[in-house]
């Protein structure tokens, strides 16, 4: 695969995505987004690969979507600018997504990282959804994510009079897992997705969507739900090794089986 818009590594069992658009703040165009869903498909679709990192660069992890492409759109042509099944296609991805942000994290910046499962954040990360700004508001996720991510009041004013949040009121309010420098922030994101890639691989896929389920439904329907993946656990090898390992008092060896 060879990509314009983004780079992509792999370190072990860790795929690594990073947006590489530096002079425009790596704001997010259909071409960039349509190579970052092909990376990220790639690396579901590769038994080799157990979790996904989506970093930028150091100065920004995304500082929105392209303006300059939609400042004159219609309703129509956005469809066709912004590719809205490409924003939504990210939170299909099965396994487990871990977005590394340093510098602006911006408009569709920020709902590209909260539409992966965890944010690790550098001390200089900005948050923010400045959408009110040049006229609208957010339209891939921002209000409805940013709603549950730091609750209705911080969200309102965020969306409502584009407040910024730094990465230490992000941590605070819940938005990101953890703060780090930015000498260090992508390599303990990289250490916390090789901590999840050894993990048993299916029982970390089942786990991302059971988690991701307590959003969609009652709390009755998704226990339930989760109750039958439970279940269906007990179908793969890796339950068997892994408690027989228990038993043996040994390290479990996976086979994503
Ligand atoms: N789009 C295009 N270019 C951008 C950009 C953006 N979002 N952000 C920065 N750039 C470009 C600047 O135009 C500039 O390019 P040149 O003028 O040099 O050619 C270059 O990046 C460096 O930016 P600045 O010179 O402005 O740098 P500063 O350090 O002075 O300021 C800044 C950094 C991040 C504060 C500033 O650039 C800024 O305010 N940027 C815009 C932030 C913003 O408003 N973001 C929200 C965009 S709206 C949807 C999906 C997604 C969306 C909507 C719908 N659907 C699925 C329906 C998302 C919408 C958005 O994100």
């Not at 965020?158 to 941590?171: G, H, P, Q």
């Not at 329907?221 to 008092?249: C, N, P, V, W």
Request: proline content about 3%.
């Amino acid at each position: 695969m060879t990509f314009q818009m983004i780079l992509t590594e792999i370190h072990e069992r860790v795929g690594l995505i990073r947006l590489n658009r530096p002079k425009e703040l790596n704001a997010l165009n259909p071409q960039l987004l349509g190579e970052l869903l092909e990376a990220a498909d790639a690396f579901d679709a590769n038994d080799a690969i157990g979790c996904v990192v989506i970093a930028g660069n150091d100065k920004a992890f995304a500082a929105g979507a392209d303006i300059k492409q939609m400042a004159k759109a219609s309703p129509v042509a956005m469809l066709e600018l912004v590719y809205i099944d490409l924003w939504d296609r990210l939170a299909e991805i099965r396994k487990p997504i871990i977005a590394a942000v340093s510098g602006y994290c911006l408009g569709g910046g920020n709902e590209l990282a909260m539409a992966c499962d965890m944010i690790i954040a550098s001390d200089t990360a900005k948050f923010g959804q400045p959408e009110i700004g040049i006229g609208v508001i957010p339209g891939a996720g921002g209000t409805q994510r940013l709603a549950r991510a730091v609750g209705k009041a911080l969200a309102m004013e965020m969306v409502l009079n584009n407040r910024w949040l730094s990465a230490e009121e992000a941590l605070q309010h819940g938005l990101v897992n953890h703060v780090y420098t930015v000498d260090s922030y992508l390599d303990e994101a990289l250490k916390l997705a090789a901590g999840i890639a050894n993990q048993a691989p299916v029982a970390a896929r089942i786990g991302k969507e059971a988690i991701n389920m307590a959003f969609e439904t009652s709390l009755a329907s998704g226990i339930a739900h989760e109750r039958k993946l439970f279940y269906l656990l007990f179908a793969t090898q890796d339950q068997k090794e892994g408690m027989a390992a228990f038993k043996d008092k040994r390290e479990p060896k996976w086979q994503g089986k």
